[in-house]
């Protein structure tokens, strides 16, 4: 089983920055993409932004230039850098870690959710 944990949420104010945190345990051989994923109350959950195992990464244009990925591999964890917040961007965020198995359980490919951290941020 792996266990995706959020971390860094909070209150900020307008203009202000955090930085998320995602750290994968568990039974993993391979970490093959992380994405990270928001959702505000009446909203669909909508993805923001993902890296992959080769580095590459990917934004959507609500987030384009204010918010970046970095990753630590040793501690198979990845950043969200969120800078110039608004409004707008209050919403429970989370983590969506996609694996492959260790040769024990059949090399699958697995996804797995964190359990959100909120990000509120005020006018």
């Known amino acids: 089983q792996v266990q995706p944990v959020e971390s860094g949420g909070g209150l900020v104010q307008a203009g202000g920055s955090l930085r998320l945190s995602c750290s994968a345990s568990?039974?993993?051989?391979?970490?093959?993409?992380i994405g990270w994923y928001r959702q505000a109350p009446g909203n669909q959950r909508e993805l923001l932004a993902a890296?992959?195992?080769?580095?590459?990464?990917s934004y959507a244009d609500s987030v384009k230039g204010r918010f970046t990925l970095s990753r630590d591999n040793a501690k198979n964890t990845v950043y969200l850098q969120m800078n110039s917040l608004k409004p707008e961007d209050t919403a429970v965020y989370y983590c969506?870690?996609?694996?492959?198995?260790?040769?024990?359980?059949?090399?699958?490919?697995?996804?797995?959710w964190g359990q959100g951290t909120q990000v509120t941020v005020s006018s």
């Open positions: 969506n870690v996609q694996i492959t198995t260790p040769p024990a359980q059949g090399f699958r490919v697995s996804d797995y």
């Open positions: 568990g039974s993993i051989f391979r970490i093959n993409a």
């Open positions: 890296i992959t195992r080769g580095g590459g990464t």
